[in-house]
Structures are given as C-alpha cells and as structure tokens.
C-alpha cells in the first residue's frame, strides 16, 4: 500500500487449538486488537467482494466509524446442498 495508509508488515502467528477458521479468524482479530489495531477487515476465500470494496472500508475508517457489515448474496449453489 502507498501513501497515508501504507503500514509495516508484520507476521502475526497465532496457534489455535480447534481446525476452525471462525476461530481461527476470531484468535487474529483479537491479538489485532490487543495490538491496537483499530480497523480489521475480513473476508471469506470464496467470497466475491465488490470493486472498491476496501477503499470504502479506509473511507469508514477515516470518518471514525466503528464497524461496516454487508450482506453476502450467492450466486450458484450447484454442488452444496440444502
């Protein structure tokens, strides 16, 4: 990332006991918040985000807003059943 919002890359590892990537997700975003961390944005690997969909999280962030949630639509359910 370049400009105002460029920051350092640091690997976080975090060992999570359950094969679970709620949890697992959950274990990041609260060593992110231990760590000051103000703005944690996460997705699902099989998600299709919208264009522009984290610039207008950086946006939300700037105006000090506390949270942003969306809805997922899909698209094709062929091969996951009921």
Same mark, same amino acid.
């Given at each position: 990332?370049?400009?105002?919002?460029?920051?350092?890359?640091?690997?976080?590892?975090?060992?999570? !006991?359950?094969?679970?990537?709620?949890?697992? *997700?959950? +274990?990041?975003? /609260?060593?992110?918040?231990?760590? #000051?961390?103000?703005? &944690?944005?996460?997705?699902?690997?099989?998600?299709?985000?919208? !264009?522009?969909?984290?610039?207008?999280?950086? *946006?939300? +962030?700037?105006? /000090?807003?506390?949270?942003?949630? #969306?809805?997922?639509? &899909?698209?094709?359910?062929?091969?996951?059943?009921?």
């Amino acid at each position: 990332m370049h400009g105002p919002h460029r920051r350092d890359r640091v690997a976080i590892v975090n060992e999570v !006991a359950r094969r679970d990537v709620g949890a697992a *997700r959950a +274990a990041g975003v /609260r060593e992110l918040i231990r760590r #000051g961390t103000t703005w &944690v944005a996460t997705t699902d690997p099989d998600m299709l985000v919208p !264009a522009g969909w984290l610039t207008a999280q950086l *946006r939300f +962030a700037a105006q /000090r807003r506390d949270v942003m949630v #969306g809805s997922v639509s &899909v698209t094709d359910w062929i091969g996951h059943p009921p």
